[in-house]
């Protein structure tokens, strides 16, 4: 059931004023001096609290007028960590980015693993009990509701999936994923 926490509803099409100029393969996405109605950030937290019915919290990487990614995830999510809500990693969310390298707009969910032992200066992204990590992989039993539905994604609907980090990500193509899905 939705709750009425977020009653703002969706921005009507004609009110958009985001315009495609403002991603800019070589900086990021535009989000300085930019009206409300233009504002990516605005836009997207708004369309997710309308159809999911409850508050979102947006994250960025970037610096300045330019950001490279933006992510959103369910404020409830974050505050349902006891041991990392203090922290971005733990949570899955959706996101949009701009890949200056690949000169990509990229979109979609984001589920983050972290390391299972953390190096020093990275004690933050360690992999803790209580991560959405560990939900996704309970969940992705062979033929099970999640395999399923993530093979009709990609299959059907043209999902790709990327996986890992850096110099060793790849992105799995339809033909790696089971017909059976």
């Known amino acids: 059931m939705r709750t009425s926490a977020c009653a703002s509803t969706a921005v009507p099409p004609a ?19 930019l009206e409300e109605h233009e504002r990516i950030t605005r836009l997207l937290k708004l369309a997710l609290e ?19 990614w933006i992510g959103c995830l369910p404020r409830a999510n974050r505050a349902a960590k006891p041991e990392s809500a203090h922290v971005s ?9 701009v890949d200056t390298a690949e000169q990509l707009f990229k979109c979609g969910m984001q ?31 062979p033929k099970g509701p999640m395999e399923q539905e ?4 990609v299959l059907r609907e043209g999902f790709r999936i990327h996986a890992g ?14 017909p059976a899905c």
């Open 15 to 33: 009110a958009i004023g985001f315009r495609t100029e403002f991603l800019d393969f070589r900086r990021g996405i535009r989000v300085g001096k």
């Open 89 to 97: 990693f733990g949570c899955s969310k959706f996101f949009i980015m």
């Open 50 to 68: 309308s159809g999911f019915g409850e508050p979102f919290v947006t994250e960025w990487w970037g610096r300045g007028m330019y950001w490279q």
């Open 111 to 141: 589920v983050e693993r972290g390391y299972v032992k953390a190096p020093r200066e990275y004690r933050e992204c360690e992999l803790r009990p209580d991560w959405d990590w560990h939900r996704l992989v309970k969940r992705l039993t």
């Open 150 to 153: 993530v093979g009709r994604l």
């Open 165 to 178: 980090a850096g110099n060793s990500a790849r992105t799995i193509f339809p033909e790696r994923i089971s």
